[in-house]
């Protein structure tokens, strides 16, 4: 497996330069900060990543305004007291994404940050405290706890809150073939383990976050 010095010497390469990867590179925010954040916002996110799973980006977050509306501004208390007939009721709404399996979603995952803000504090305060050297264990318990978070919306809601986290694109994947460390795309907890691994080496090689380095592996295959 490649020092993480080489995957960087290629970024630059395809890059341009090492100004141009750097003001490209995602930054986490600290724990402190993610903890801060309160869980309406968590609660907002994750079921925007949800509702933006499959769909055009744009056109989902045009309609968000409407979604932060009709959800009480997500507040996972107000969200978890919908009645089945509330949400039956949200399909009438046409300035809002009328998928009701996603609808659904957002009150039982605010039923589970509840569960969680009870034992941890708050759901931020559990996703901050969470070791980022077993990122992969985070992914685990969302897609097995909330809903509609399996697959790579997971990783992305972590990514979108600031939490650091590798993410598994297919230039990722790509990279993480051609250096041995899996031979196809990772989906057992056994293979997102070595993963981690070779990602936890990497980062005690160069002191990046995991998203720094995840986005330079896939630039050593992007060229455009």
Same mark, same amino acid.
């Given at each position: 497996?490649?020092?993480?010095? @080489? ?5 630059? #390469?395809? *890059? ?8 490209? #590179?995602? *930054? ?8 801060? !954040?309160? $869980?309406?916002? /968590?609660?907002?996110?994750?079921s925007l990543r949800i509702f933006r799973a499959?769909? *055009?980006?744009?056109? +989902?977050?045009? %309609? ?7 959800? &009480?501004?997500? =507040?996972?208390?107000? +969200?978890?007291?919908?009645? $089945? ?7 009438? $709404? ?13 009150r039982a995952n605010a039923v589970w940050m ?8 708050? &759901? ?10 077993? +990122? ?7 897609? %097995? ?17 600031? *939490?650091?986290?590798?993410? #598994?694109?297919? =230039?990722?994947?790509?990279? #993480? ?5 899996? $031979? ?14 070779? &990602? ?12 720094? !380095?995840?986005?330079?592996? @896939? /630039? ?5």
């Open positions: 497996m490649r020092p993480f010095d @080489s995957f960087y010497a290629t970024a630059v #390469l395809h *890059k341009g330069g090492e100004a141009q990867v750097e003001a490209q #590179l995602p *930054k986490p925010l600290s724990s402190k900060k993610l903890a801060a !954040i309160t $869980d309406d916002r /968590y609660l907002s996110t994750l499959g769909l *055009k980006h744009s056109m +989902v977050d045009a %309609k968000w305004p409407a979604f932060e509306e009709v959800f &009480f501004g997500f =507040d996972p208390v107000r +969200v978890a007291m919908f009645s $089945d007939e509330e949400l039956e009721g949200l399909m009438q $709404d046409k300035r809002i994404i009328r998928h009701f399996g996603k609808i659904r979603a957002v509840l569960e969680v803000a009870g034992r941890e504090g708050s &759901f931020g305060r559990w996703i901050a405290d969470w070791p980022t050297e077993d +990122v992969v264990g985070l992914w685990a318990q969302l897609k %097995k706890h909330g809903s509609q978070l399996g697959g790579q919306s997971g990783a992305r809601f972590l990514r979108m809150m600031g *939490k650091d986290t590798f993410l #598994l694109t297919d =230039d990722v994947v790509n990279v #993480l073939k051609a250096e041995g460390v899996v $031979d196809k795309m990772p989906t057992s907890q056994k293979a997102l383990q070595t993963v981690q691994q070779a &990602f936890n080496s990497w980062q005690e090689q160069s002191g990046r976050s995991l998203s720094e !380095i995840s986005r330079v592996l @896939s /630039y050593t295959v992007n060229v455009s």
